[in-house]
């Protein structure tokens, strides 16, 4: 056994020694430099195209996660707009009532009773409206303001009588807005110039 070792590191060693001592004596590779220039340019090439499609599927993908994200955060926001819809409803409904309820319980009227549901009323629509403030909701104020086609619906034209024409003169029905976005039109009076 060692001796069969050592004739094989022998014949290893022997073989090393008749190989060619100059390495410009190894037959040329199969591929000519001119090709072997020729694959590089092409792979890089294709290196230079797979980074450019890399970085377009990269910001695609960063558009889909923004687009997704801001998706999110609208729904979050306004994922009560119908109930808050309904719920401006019955503020409209609260706001009438009070307002019956103050002509009613008037200083010529002793009452104490019909007083005390006034100012009941009142609390309950102050609380609703800082309830609507702190869910983003919020009462339009036109009065005086330039008709918005976005925020108010004309239902009627008045005199411009001290108002510059095309400002809002009356509201007959309140607006309101989530976040900035109108859920309710005003209903308004715009004024125009008269025509005698």
Do not use: W
């Amino acid at each position: 056994s060692p001796c069969v070792f050592s004739t094989a590191a022998q014949q290893r060693s022997t073989g090393d020694e008749c190989g060619p001592e100059d390495p410009r004596d190894e037959p040329k590779h199969p591929l000519s430099d001119c090709a072997l220039e020729h694959k590089a340019i092409k792979l890089e090439e294709q290196v230079r195209d797979l980074t450019e499609r890399y970085r377009k599927a990269l910001a695609d993908s960063e558009n889909v996660r923004r687009r997704t994200q801001k998706f999110v955060e609208d729904a979050k926001l306004f994922g009560i707009q119908s109930f808050c819809r309904d719920l401006v409803e019955i503020a409209d409904i609260l706001e009438k009532t009070a307002e019956s309820a103050a002509e009613e319980a008037e200083p010529s009227n002793p009452n104490p009773t019909l007083k005390k549901i006034c100012e009941g009323l009142s609390l309950i629509e102050a609380k609703l409206q800082s309830v609507f403030a702190k869910h983003g909701l919020q009462k339009m104020n036109p009065v005086g303001g330039k008709y918005d086609p976005y925020d108010h619906e004309i239902v009627c034209h008045v005199p411009a009588e001290g108002m510059q024409p095309g400002t809002i003169a009356l509201v007959t029905q309140d607006g309101y807005k989530l976040h900035g976005r109108t859920i309710r039109h005003a209903l308004v009076g715009v004024a125009v110039e008269s025509q005698e």
